[in-house]
């Protein structure tokens, strides 16, 4: 759990970035492992803060000792990474890596680490696939939903708009269009209750590509339909400044949705 993490994880972090974005920084003859305490200065930047509210959950703060780039285009084996991360006395750090994607044999998946000697396993399913969640979600969760709801009950419909992003501009009009329409059909099937709408775009949501999508359609049509979508804000409820934890106690609040 995540409390057992910060109980018996070390506070020394290992930072392991992996260039999916395609940085020029590795060149043709250059290894596949490179230090880089001075690059991915952004991804950098983010671990820092979501440390920083980690770390107001632990009176032994952790922080980061080094950093290290990966190329995900060139051939990697484990004890590359562990020798040019300084990884050989690995107890005494916590690994971080950014955007893990998995491993894979094939060449034809660019979106994982290439990594032809390393077997891959198909892990068992365990009996219960819940992420745990803290006290800090369900108190905030809790908070927020009474900030909304007024203890009433309530309709929830959560719009996935990163799906958007594969369509063209028209089919995802479309697509929203009936949804909406969907929408209505069920307000006017349970009209004793009051709907909130939540949507997976905005400060914590999806990616700015799949955004630059997602985002002028729906807003398009909450104009015309006179909608506004509910976002849990942190800074209003002491919650955390983090992507994840935004998304379990909205998660967490629109479970207790009647509808």
């Known amino acids: 759990s995540f409390n057992h993490f910060l109980q018996y994880a070390t506070r020394n972090i290992t930072y392991i970035h992996i260039a999916w974005d395609g940085r020029q920084d590795f060149s043709e003859e250059s290894d596949s492992v490179i230090r880089c305490n001075d690059w991915a200065t952004e991804h950098h930047k983010e671990l820092q803060e979501n440390l ?18 990966i190329s995900p285009k060139k051939p990697l084996e484990p004890k590359l990474i562990i020798d040019k991360c300084g990884l050989l006395d690995h107890e005494n750090s916590t690994v971080v890596f950014d955007q893990w994607r998995g491993h894979t044999n094939d060449t034809n998946k660019p979106y994982r680490l290439f990594m032809p000697s390393v077997p891959i396993y198909e892990s068992p399913h365990p009996d219960n696939d819940a992420f745990p969640v803290t006290e800090a979600v369900i108190a905030n969760a809790s908070a927020f939903k009474q900030s ?25 009009k479309e697509c929203v269009s ?27 949501g999806i990616e700015d590509w799949e955004e630059d999508v997602a985002r002028p359609v729906i807003s398009q049509l909450e104009t015309v339909r006179h909608i506004a979508p509910t976002r849990y ?10 992507a994840g934890f935004v998304s379990l106690v909205e998660k967490y609040a629109i479970a207790h949705a009647k509808v």
Request: with cysteine; hydrophobic share 35%.
């Open 52 to 69: 920083k509210e980690i770390n107001r959950l632990t009176n032994e703060p952790f922080q980061i000792t080094s950093t290290c780039c």
């Open 148 to 172: 909304f709801t007024a203890d009433k009950k309530f309709m929830a419909v959560h719009i996935r708009t990163g799906r958007l992003a594969i369509q063209n501009g028209e089919r995802a």
């Open 178 to 204: 009936q949804l909406f329409q969907l929408i209505a059909n069920l307000i006017s099937s349970n009209s004793h209750l009051s709907c909130f709408y939540f949507v997976d775009y905005g400060p914590y």
């Open 233 to 242: 804000d942190p800074s209003k409820f002491n919650g955390l400044n983090n």
